[in-house]
């Protein structure tokens, strides 16, 4: 069933339909959709993609009977999260130009499982423990995933505005008119890193009484260990210079792409070398 027709076409089919829902962002921006019910079929259809998109999932991770995890199984959850994240913000503030970072990476991670099918985890498939540390650490990821992009969008919009040529015109100009002000996105992109911040701590701390139940050891310093833990001192590092220094702007986008590379490479870089470019599972 995994590397069947079917299960390759039906992630094909829900990678496609995130690209479809990011282009309608894209030609609402630029004045091409203007009535208001496709804002509304868009918000009815995205989250009815993030369902296929999590029956597929699951189906790839648990469907044979054993629990499988890898690299692309762990971006196409995160993603996955982060959809659903952006949605429900979606409610409250404007996100449509933060859909057009969110929904084509989305779509590449729906599509990769298809290919890439990690590997049994047979030590502790059947406990409790795991699957609550990887639920933890997913949503830590997914939330620290949001706060990059919208960091960059931040960027993005902050570099246009000083720009020579920001007359208001064009595609950027219709996405500042879709955004909050740069002051209200900095307090939710704060809100975001501060949310994430406390699940990578769940994360840190479970992972250490996963490993020691396993191993018999409270921590094994491998790669994934120094990368989550080099991440979670670079953004403890972040808030601490917000509420101390009041740091802001450039400044706080550099930490958190820092941390945000950091925790890449924690588990979906270093998952990545081992399956794809070593060819070790």
Do not use: N
């Amino acid at each position: 069933m995994r590397s069947g027709a079917f299960y390759v076409v039906a992630h094909a089919v829900v990678g496609a339909l995130y690209l479809l829902l990011a282009l309608r962002a894209w030609r609402s921006l630029q004045g091409d959709v203007t009535a208001p019910a496709s804002a509304d079929w868009s918000a009815a259809a995205l989250p009815l993609v993030a369902l296929l998109h999590a029956a597929l999932l699951g189906e790839a991770i648990f469907g044979d009977g054993a629990f499988r995890f890898g690299f692309a199984y762990a971006l196409s959850a995160t993603l996955l999260l982060a959809v659903l994240i952006v949605w429900a913000e979606g409610f409250f503030v404007p996100m449509r130009g933060l859909q057009l970072f969110v929904l084509p990476v989305a779509a590449l991670s729906a599509v990769l499982p298809a290919a890439f099918h990690g590997a049994p985890v047979a030590a502790a498939s059947d406990t409790l423990a795991l699957r609550v540390h990887l639920l933890v650490a997913i949503a830590a990821y997914s939330l620290l995933t949001i706060a990059a992009m919208h960091g960059l969008l931040m960027a993005s919009i902050d570099r246009y505005l000083h720009g020579s040529t920001s007359d208001g015109r064009g595609t950027f100009g219709r996405i500042l008119r879709e955004v909050p002000p740069l002051l209200a996105m900095e307090r939710l992109l704060f809100r975001l890193i501060g949310a994430g911040f406390v699940l990578l701590t769940a994360t840190v701390v479970s992972g250490v009484f996963f490993t020691e139940s396993l191993f018999g050891k409270p921590l094994r310093f491998d790669h994934k260990s120094v990368f989550t833990i080099a991440s979670w001192l670079v953004f403890a590092g972040l808030l601490a210079g917000r509420f101390v220094f009041g740091w802001r702007g450039r400044t706080a986008l550099r930490w958190t792409l820092a941390g945000f590379l950091m925790l890449l490479l924690a588990y979906v870089g270093s998952r990545f070398v081992l399956e794809v470019i070593l060819q070790r599972v």
